[in-house]
């Protein structure tokens, strides 16, 4: 069936491309951290002192 035992090799674009996907994936999810815990500060520590 596949005659390349490597699977699918990329060109330098693409491993460039991957890579800038990758570290936008990251600066967004740390971006996202940030807020949350800047948030959770803004609130004070009542946040966590509610009736269940």
Known sequence: MNDNPEGVVLTEEQK????????????ALGALVVLFYLVTLVKGPGVMVRPL
């Open 16 to 27: 460039r491309a991957r890579r800038a996907r990758s570290v936008a994936i990251a600066l």
